[in-house]
Every structure is written in structure tokens, then in C-alpha cells.
């Protein structure tokens, strides 16, 4: 199984419930770790990134793509969680707006992937550039995109809501994975992209909800006490690697949700720096 991940590597730095720590971060890190922990397998990371990355490759078992660093600095963000909300900062934002150039190397990369990925951290990517990726995909390639970049806009180093523009992204992909707390009204937005592609939405405490046409699937899971989460950065990312893997094995919707909403709720109970 070939899997690639485009999309916004970065450092963080976190500011969790009962933990703070700097670490690797993104949908790219986490989903990653995810496979490699649980599922044995390796992924292919396009992103553009610093030399001050350069270190941290090899302690974390990572391959990126280009192999040599695009700029001097990584993209950092410091992430604070307060009552179940997450407050954060951006910095080094010029690294995130170089989009990697489609030369052979990388065609021949994507030729082979079976799960592809497409999580971005920023909304820099524009959607000529992913059709022309995603036409280096295989057919039967499972195409996963999570959009929480494409609801961010920065102001200075501050992170602020940004409406969702690229409804034209949608159609490309199997599934849109995202969170109820990437929109005040992503339940609402979920069900009219809905009729373009199917959608899953994670609810944290409660569970998930599928989407497709006139379909909706429901799947619950036992709730956390919040006084015993450790860490939620990157359940999310963890949840949509756990379903793309049991998904692309069975094909079956409502025990795919199960799987992924297992795995993410035991990610709760340690920092995602110890993935």
C-alpha cells in the first residue's frame, strides 16, 4: 500500500489540555505516525519545508518530498487549547506558499499511490495545481482531502476564520474529511457539498456523521472525560488515516467510521508528540 500526503508540514507548538510541548506537526505528521504505529507502513510527505526541519527527518522516521529543504525556515504554528477551543498563531507563512513543481520524480511518485491524501495547513494552494497532481493518480487510487487550511486566513501572525471559496476542489476526491469546528456551520456546509462528493464530519465527543446525496450515517463513540485528555491535537488527522486504511481494505462505510473513531479516541490519552 503507497500512500502520499500533500500538503503543510510544520513545527508546532503546543499548548494542550494537560501537556505543552514543541514538536513535529500537521495532518501530514500525524497521519504519517499513524500508519507507521498501527499499520506498519510508510508515507511520502509533499511539502515544502526549512533547513531548521532537517533534524528532525530522521528522529521521526520522515520521508519529504523534494529530499532538500525549499526554504531556510519551516512553517510554525503554536497551537493553544482553553476549554476545548483552540486558539493559535502562525509564523514563517512564505515557506507554505511554495507549491512543489510536478517534474518526473514526483509524477513517478504519485503513479504509485494507492491513498492520497490532500490535508494543507494554508489556503496557498490553487486548484489548477492539485487537478494537475491529482492527474498523475491512478483511477482506483483513493483521493482523501482534508480542507482545514482553506478555512484560515492570517493577519500578521494571527489565525482567523476565512469562508471556504474552493467548492471546485470537492468533486476530486472519494471523501472530504472535516471538523465541526473548522465552520459554525460546517454541519450545514457538509450537507449541501454533499451532493458533490461524500462527506464526513467529526463531532469530537460524539462521534462522526456521513454525508452523501440523501444518505446520512451516524456512528457514536464512548465520550473522553475531559479531565482525562491528554492531548486532541491531531485526532482529527488520526481519525481520517484510520478510516482511509480500513476503507481501502473493506469499502464499507459505517465499519470504517467505527475503526477510525477508535483509534482517534485512544490518541486522547497521550501526546501527540509521542506518536
Known amino acids: 500500500m503507497n500512500i502520499s500526503i500533500l500538503g503543510n508540514i510544520c513545527i508546532d507548538k503546543n499548548f494542550t489540555e494537560k501537556t505543552s510541548y514543541l514538536s513535529v506537526g500537521s495532518p501530514c505528521f500525524f497521519i504519517t505516525k499513524i500508519f507507521q504505529k498501527k499499520f506498519n507502513l510508510s508515507t511520502t510527505i509533499i511539502s515544502s ?6 533534524r528532525l527527518i530522521n528522529q521521526h522516521n ?31 507563512q512564505k515557506t507554505a506558499q511554495i507549491l512543489i513543481p510536478l517534474n518526473l520524480a514526483l509524477k513517478k511518485n504519485l503513479k504509485k499511490t494507492d491513498i492520497f491524501f490532500f490535508a494543507p495547513l494554508t489556503p496557498f494552494y490553487k486548484k489548477n495545481y492539485i487537478k494537475a497532481v491529482l492527474s498523475n493518480i491512478k483511477k482506483n487510487a483513493l483521493k482523501i482531502f482534508l480542507p482545514q487550511g ?16 474552493e467548492k471546485g476542489l470537492l468533486s476530486f476526491f472519494d471523501f472530504v474529511i472535516v471538523s465541526h469546528q473548522d465552520h459554525k456551520n460546517m454541519l450545514s456546509l457538509a450537507k449541501r457539498w454533499a451532493k458533490r462528493t461524500q462527506i464526513i464530519v467529526t463531532l469530537a465527543e460524539k462521534g462522526v456523521i456521513y454525508f452523501y446525496k440523501n444518505i446520512s450515517i451516524y456512528e457514536s463513540v464512548k465520550a473522553v472525560k475531559p479531565e ?48
Open 49 to 54: 519545508y526549512g533547513k531548521d526541519f532537517n
Open 62 to 92: 520522515l520521508t519529504l518530498y523534494p529530499e532538500k529543504p525549499t526554504n531556510k525556515l519551516t512553517l510554525i504554528y503554536h497551537n493553544k487549547i482553553i476549554n476545548k477551543k483552540r486558539y493559535q498563531k502562525v509564523f514563517n
Open 150 to 165: 482553506y478555512f484560515r486566513k492570517f493577519i500578521r501572525h494571527k489565525v482567523k476564520e476565512r469562508n471556504f471559496y
Open 228 to 275: 482525562d485528555i491528554i492531548d486532541s491535537i491531531g485526532a482529527g488527522d488520526i481519525f481520517a488515516a484510520a478510516f482511509a486504511y480500513q476503507f481501502y481494505q473493506n469499502k464499507d462505510i459505517k465499519s470504517s467510521l467505527k475503526f477510525a473513531n477508535k483509534i482517534a479516541r485512544e490518541s486522547l490519552f497521550y501526546p501527540s508528540k509521542d506518536l
